[in-house]
């Protein structure tokens, strides 16, 4: 590694209580893009960075790696997966400065992100955040095999980012707001592909095996329990002067749509033999509105959903015309969460 790009890993990474400077940052990520030399020796001075024992500096250093995940070459972080050790920093603390111990507490939950970030390229060999979006994009495309598989790790992902915290009030200074806009980003860029990901998985249901639904029911719920957390994280953006037309705007999400998920699995877990019309099984989830309501229509075609999935089986057949219509609007409806618009 160049003079010059030791000067700035170590530049970037000083004790001075303000975030990396911006001409290290692109220095070093100039380095990692347009060079072809080993980042390897880049990374291991980062990482030397993260033993030091003073919150500035580690957190420096988290924020520097961070960066160059975000800003750098594929190989960096293909680099990182490929190491066989990463942060160590779940007992970090640092007593030495008044806001040693709460600073102490966020470089350890950033710290895990990073990991978790690292670990999610090595079992899916990409980057989720950089991932081709859209109706050709990689979540929208993927099979239902890969989909199982790889939604659970963005969910991990998104926990562990979703774990960093923070309130308003503690996002008090310049190296812990760099982190937190960084965070931001990927939050962004995450749920983009999480939510595509989901509506590829909405779209199969139908077309499932029964362990396939179990499967990916679970995973929608759990996907509606995150977007909850997402809303906190969303209003602490927000509060602490992250641009508003950044932020997207997520609905509730009608229980009724979830019902009409259970009972599909509830005909496959009974071996009955009601059969969704066509028509619904090839329904298609479309964008939601730009708002936090769901509008009234939409409530209704979710109880008329029940309604005919209820009568269909108790009498061992599929009210077809009822059903189709009516699952048919509601999957065609403002569906929460769903294509949200994201701004970059």
Known sequence: M????SKAAIGATTDERAEPESKHLADLTQYVNETNWSVKRLADVLFE????????????ALITVHHLMVYGNERFIRHL?????????????????????????????????????SLAYRLIASDITKSKRGANGMMRTMDTKDLLNTLPVIQTQFDALLKFDANPDE???DIIHAAFRLLF???????????????????????????????SLDIYLKFLNRTSRLARFLRVAE?????????????????????????????LEGKNDILLPNGVQNARIPSI???PVVNASSETGLFAARAAVGAGWQNKTTVADNLDSSLSNLIGSKHPFLNIHIYF
């Not at 960075?49 to 420096?60: A, I, L, R, Y």
């Not at 962004?188 to 396939?212: P, V």
């Open 171 to 173: 996002i008090t200074n």
């Open 239 to 267: 509060e602490v002067g992250i641009q508003q037309n950044g932020i997207p705007y997520l609905s509730q999400a009608p229980n009724g749509f979830v019902e009409a998920l259970k009972q599909h699995l509830v005909s």
């Open 49 to 60: 960075k993260t033993g030091n024992g003073s919150w500035v500096v580690v957190f420096k």
């Open 289 to 291: 509105s730009n708002g």
């Open 185 to 215: 980003k990927d939050c962004l860029r995450l749920f983009a592909a999480y939510n595509e990901g989901i509506l590829n998985l909405l779209d199969k249901y139908f077309h499932m095996k029964k362990s396939q639904c179990r499967e």
């Open 81 to 117: 997966a490929s190491r066989n050790s990463l942060f160590t920093l779940h007992n970090f603390l640092d007593r030495s400065f008044l806001d040693g111990n709460a600073m102490s507490i966020f470089i350890r939950q950033y710290s895990r992100y990073l990991n978790e970030k």
């Open 2 to 5: 160049g003079l010059s790009v």
